[in-house]
């Protein structure tokens, strides 16, 4: 069975998303260029695996790797509206440049839960990277604003590049919309 086969249609290409993701590395690039401190890339798993692994690549700058895990949704599409933090940082952000690079917001609220989280350890900067936006969805209770965006999407349950369905298709290399037929059970 071909992935392939389950999508209704592809949002974003393979292509699409290797010219932004390098668009964007050139612009983080730019952006720290003047400061030579390491620059704490933030990896919020699993969602962003994919898009942190391409983006890192495409930064010309001193970088390092941490990863998080926190979990907003439940095994479905729609948000559980609890935020529970799974994976913590292994190093300290005190004094450093942090980057949260994040797959997708949709509410806001992973990440609100997670800056409001961050901001108290005392960072030197502290900004926020997504891949995707869904701005439609906003929760009024989000008070994030995001410094890096790479595509905004309609109000849409998208998957691949990272991006799952209940744990699948995260290995699609393109972002799409699944056909209606797989969500019904
Ligand atoms: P938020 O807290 O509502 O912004 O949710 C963010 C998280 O929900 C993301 O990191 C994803 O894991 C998940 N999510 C939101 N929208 C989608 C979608 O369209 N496809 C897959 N996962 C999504
Ligand atoms: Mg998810």
Redesign the pocket.
């Given at each position: 069975m071909k992935l392939h086969e389950d999508l209704e249609k592809v949002l974003i290409s393979e292509e699409e998303i290797k010219r932004r993701v390098a668009e964007m590395g050139r612009q983080i690039t730019e952006d720290y260029k003047d400061d030579p401190e390491p620059l704490v890339l933030v990896c919020?798993l699993k969602?962003s695996v994919v898009f942190y692994a391409d983006l890192l690549r495409a930064i010309d700058h001193d970088c390092r790797l941490d990863f998080m895990i926190v979990k907003?949704?439940g095994a479905g599409?729609e948000?559980s509206g609890n935020?529970q933090f799974v994976k913590d940082l292994s190093e300290s952000i005190t004094g450093k440049h942090v980057l949260i690079v994040?797959?997708?917001?949709?509410?806001?609220?992973?990440?609100t839960f997670l800056r409001n989280n961050l901001i108290t350890r005392g960072a030197k900067s502290l900004k926020i990277c997504t891949l995707l936006d869904?701005p439609e969805?906003r929760n009024p209770n989000s008070t994030i604003t995001v410094d890096y965006r790479g595509f905004v999407i309609p109000n849409?349950?998208?998957?691949g590049y990272g991006?799952?369905?209940d744990e699948k298709y995260r290995n699609l290399p393109e972002v799409g919309v699944l056909k209606p037929e797989i969500y019904a059970d």
């Open positions: 919020i969602g907003s949704y599409r948000s935020v994040e797959d997708i917001i949709d509410s806001g609220l992973t990440l869904k969805r849409e349950f998208v998957v991006l799952d369905y």
